[in-house]
């Protein structure tokens, strides 16, 4: 078996509504997700060696926000082809240093790998 990297933009899941929200690929591999609160949709962008794990806060490598409210949030392709507009846009995201992780989440991060272990 391969592993193959996604080539190109791409939203892997996508709900539309006031609430709009959804997730995807950025044209260079980046995982992004995006949510829709009071009239601002938020696109974080993720580090690319993420794999399969849940996200956090640390993770974010870039993040963009705009306001909704000339799209219709009830059409796919306008949030899609919104979403897709706003990731260039995205500004890079301070990331912190390696003392600042806390030690609640590197033991969490270890009982992981070993639970993926198993």
């Known amino acids: 078996m391969t592993d193959r990297m996604p080539v190109g933009f791409g939203i892997d899941d996508l709900s539309v509504g ?21 009239a601002t949709l ?12 849940v996200p956090g806060a640390d993770d974010v490598v870039a993040q963009a926000q705009a306001q909704v409210t000339d799209i219709d949030l009830d059409d796919e392709r306008s949030v899609s082809a919104f979403v897709r507009d706003l990731l260039p846009a995205a500004d890079p995201v301070a990331v ?10 590197a033991i969490l991060g270890r009982i992981s790998a070993v639970i993926d272990g198993m």
């Open 18 to 38: 006031p609430f709009a929200h959804g997730f995807g690929t950025t044209d260079d591999g980046h995982p992004f997700a995006f949510r829709t609160r009071r």
């Open 96 to 105: 912190p240093a390696s003392s600042e992780i806390s030690t609640i989440r």
């Open 42 to 53: 938020t696109v974080q962008i993720y580090r690319a060696d993420l794999g399969d794990a």
